[in-house]
C-alpha cells in the first residue's frame, strides 16, 4: 500500500503471478517451465473431456464436485475446453469458488433455470446477417465470424449457439475455416460503401492459421472503405504461450497490421480478460511482446457473479489490464443467453461497480460498462436506460440510432429478486402485463 492524498492505493496490481503453479497439479508435476511455457504442448494437452479433469487431478478432485461437473455436462450448452494454462490457475482447494472454473466448468449445483426471455440468440445476430458469418447491424460497423472454434470454451459464451460444437443438450452448426464463404463476406463489403468497421471474431482468431489471418487481413484492408479492423481473441487472457512461442502465427498479426499502418489504415486487437485470476507474467511477458510491434490492444469483460462483481476485483482488472498496456474498453452485462442465469447480475449492480470504478485511474483507462440489447439493440450505457423497475428487475430501452422507434427490455435474474417479485414472475400473464406496464411507464 502507499499513501496519496490521504487514500491507500493497494500496488498489488504491479505483482505477476511468476511460480510454477501447474506443478500443483498431479499429472503435470514434472512438465518442466520450457514445456509449459510451449504452445504446442499447451494445445496437445488441453481438457477437452470430463473423464480429463478427473485424470489429470487425480486424488485432489473430491467424486461429489467431479459427479457435479458430469451432471452439468448433461444439460449445458457448451462442452469443455481449457488450456493448461487456465486449468492450473483454478483454485482446486476451494472450486467451488473458484471465479476460472466458474468460467469454464460448470456445475450441475449452481446452475439456474434459463429467464423466461432468454435467448439462444440474445442479440438477434442471426436476424442481421446479410450473408452467411457477417453481422450487419451498426450502419458503418459489421461483426465478422470466420470461425467458431476457440483454445477455450467460455460457460458465458453469448455465441454458445454456434461454438463448440453440438452437446447432449444443443445441436450446434459449429464451422472452421471456409474460404469460399469469406470471400462472399469480401464481396458484400466491397459492393457496401458505409461499411468502415470490421471486427473478426468468432471463435477466436487465434485458431486461424498464419495464412488464414494474412488471406483475411489482407483481403479486408485492399477494400478502399474499410477503415479499421479488430481481431478479436481471448487468447491471450487463457494461452500467452501462443503469442511467445507461435513465431508464424505472432508474424502474420504484426505484418497484417503494418500493411494496414501502410495503407493508413487502423488493426488492433481486442482482447478478454474477465478475472486478475488469468493475469500472471506470462500475460504481461506476451503484452510486452505486442507492445513492442505497436500494436494496440483493448479488454472487453463480462461482468459475471462470483467472478468479478465486486468492486475491489473489478478494480484490481482495470489496473492490472492497464498496467500491461491494455485498454479497458467495455465491461457487458451477461447476455441472456441459456445455461447462465448462475453468472447474471443485476442492472443496478453493473451500475453501481461501474460507478466505483470510475476515478479509481485516468478515464481513458477505465471500462464503460454496457448492456448489449437483447433483440438487437446494440450496445448502450448501463445507465441510459429509459425506465428501469428494480423491483421486478425490468429495464426498458432505446437505440435510437441503431433501430428508431423500437424499444428494448433487459431483465434481472429473477432469483435475486425479493419473493413477491419472484413470485410475480412465475406466472405468464402477471409477467407479460408487468413488461407491458414498464414499456408504459417508458413511453411506449
Ligand atoms: S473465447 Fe469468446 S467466442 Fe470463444 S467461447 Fe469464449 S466467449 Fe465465446
Avoid at 459464451?157 to 469469406?182: D, H, L, P
Avoid at 495464412?211 to 487468447?235: C, D, F, M, S, V
Wanted: hydrophobic share 35%; proline share 5%; net charge neutral.
Amino acid at each position: 500500500m502507499t499513501i496519496k492524498d490521504n487514500k491507500l492505493i493497494s500496488l498489488e496490481h504491479r505483482n505477476f503471478r511468476n511460480d510454477d503453479f501447474w506443478k500443483e497439479i498431479p499429472a503435470w508435476e514434472s512438465v518442466t517451465r520450457g514445456e509449459f511455457a510451449d504452445q504446442l504442448w499447451q494445445q496437445k494437452n488441453s481438457i477437452r473431456k470430463v473423464e480429463q479433469v478427473k485424470k489429470v487431478l487425480g486424488d485432489r478432485i473430491d467424486e461429489s464436485f467431479y459427479l457435479d461437473i458430469v451432471a452439468a455436462m448433461h444439460v449445458v450448452p457448451m462442452n469443455i475446453r481449457i488450456t493448461p494454462y487456465i486449468f492450473a490457475l483454478m483454485n482446486w482447494k476451494d472450486p467451488y469458488n473458484c471465479p476460472l472454473r466458474k468460467q469454464f466448468l460448470p456445475v450441475k449445483s449452481q446452475l439456474l433455470e434459463d429467464h423466461p426471455f432468454h435467448e439462444a440468440d440474445s442479440l438477434h445476430e442471426d436476424a442481421d446477417m446479410p450473408v452467411p458469418m457477417l453481422t450487419h447491424r451498426y450502419p458503418d460497423k459489421v461483426l465478422f465470424l470466420p470461425t467458431t472454434i476457440c483454445p477455450v470454451y467460455c460457460s458465458y459464451c453469448t455465441r454458445s449457439r454456434i461454438i463448440g460444437g453440438s452437446t447432449e443438450a444443443v445441436e450446434k452448426e459449429t464451422y472452421g475455416a471456409n474460404q469460399k464463404k469469406w470471400d462472399a463476406v469480401f464481396e458484400y463489403l466491397t459492393r457496401t460503401p458505409q461499411v468502415e468497421d470490421v471486427v473478426v471474431s468468432g471463435g477466436d482468431a487465434y485458431m486461424l492459421t498464419a495464412a488464414q489471418i494474412r488471406y483475411i487481413g489482407e483481403n479486408l484492408l485492399k477494400i478502399p472503405h474499410i477503415r479499421r479492423i479488430r481481431l478479436a481473441t481471448k487468447g491471450i487472457a487463457i494461452f500467452p504461450m501462443k503469442v511467445l512461442t507461435d513465431d508464424d502465427w505472432f508474424n502474420a498479426v504484426c505484418d497484417v497490421v503494418k500493411l494496414g499502418r501502410a495503407f493508413g489504415k487502423q488493426v488492433v486487437i481486442h482482447t478478454h480478460f474477465s478475472s486478475p485470476n488469468e493475469i500472471t507474467k506470462w500475460s504481461q511477458m506476451a503484452m510486452d511482446r505486442i507492445f513492442s510491434e505497436g500494436i494496440i490492444v483493448r479488454n472487453q469483460a463480462v461482468l459475471q457473479a462470483g467472478v468479478n462483481d465486486d468492486v475491489e476485483t473489478m478494480v484490481k482488472l482495470t489496473r492490472q489490464v492497464g498496467y500491461m498496456n491494455i485498454q479497458p474498453y467495455y465491461v457487458y452485462m451477461h447476455d441472456m443467453v441459456p445455461g447462465c442465469e448462475h453468472l447474471r447480475t443485476t442492472l443496478r449492480e453493473g451500475e453501481e461497480i461501474e460507478k466505483a470504478v470510475r476515478g479509481t485511474t485516468a478515464g481513458f483507462n477505465t471500462p464503460t460498462f454496457v448492456c448489449d440489447l437483447p433483440g438487437g439493440g446494440g450496445k448502450r450505457n448501463v445507465s441510459s436506460y429509459e425506465y428501469y423497475d428494480e423491483e421486478n428487475g425490468i429495464s426498458v430501452w432505446t437505440a435510437p440510432y441503431v433501430k428508431p422507434g423500437q424499444c428494448f427490455t433487459y431483465y434481472d435474474p429473477i432469483h435475486k429478486l425479493k419473493e413477491d417479485a419472484r413470485k410475480r414472475w412465475s406466472d405468464p400473464k402477471t409477467r407479460e402485463a408487468m413488461v407491458a406496464e414498464a414499456k408504459k411507464k417508458a413511453g411506449f
